[in-house]
Nanobody, 120 residues
């Protein structure tokens, strides 16, 4: 079993910043990719940003230049620094972790989500 726990959400005014954290633990042999997704009410869950074990990153067009994803491989942790937040960034943010567990099986685990609310 792999556990994923997010933290750092909250309420912020437009133009403000928040930093999300996500830590993976449990039966992990290696992690290939870690990513952040978000889901607004009535909408599908979409990719916000992702990062590979080698440090390659991918961002949704709507957050490029405002959000930065980073990871600490030693701590199995990924971060999302969100600057210049807009009301349309309001959503539940979910962390996803993909890798290989100690039984040499692929895994993909989600966190429980953390609410980000940006007021205008």
């Amino acid at each position: 079993q792999v556990q994923v726990v997010e933290s750092g959400g909250g309420l912020v005014q437009a133009g403000g910043s928040l930093r999300l954290s996500c830590a993976a633990s449990g039966s992990i042999f290696s992690i290939n990719a870690m990513g952040w997704y978000r889901q607004a009410p009535g909408k599908q869950r979409d990719l916000v940003a992702a990062i590979t074990s080698g440090g390659s990153t991918n961002y949704a067009d709507s957050v490029k230049g405002r959000f930065t994803i980073s990871r600490d491989n030693a701590k199995n942790t990924v971060y999302l620094q969100m600057n210049s937040l807009k009301p349309e960034d309001t959503a539940v943010y979910y962390c996803n972790v993909k890798g290989l567990n100690r039984a040499w099986a692929d895994f993909g685990s989600w966190g429980q989500g953390t609410q980000v609310t940006v007021s205008s």
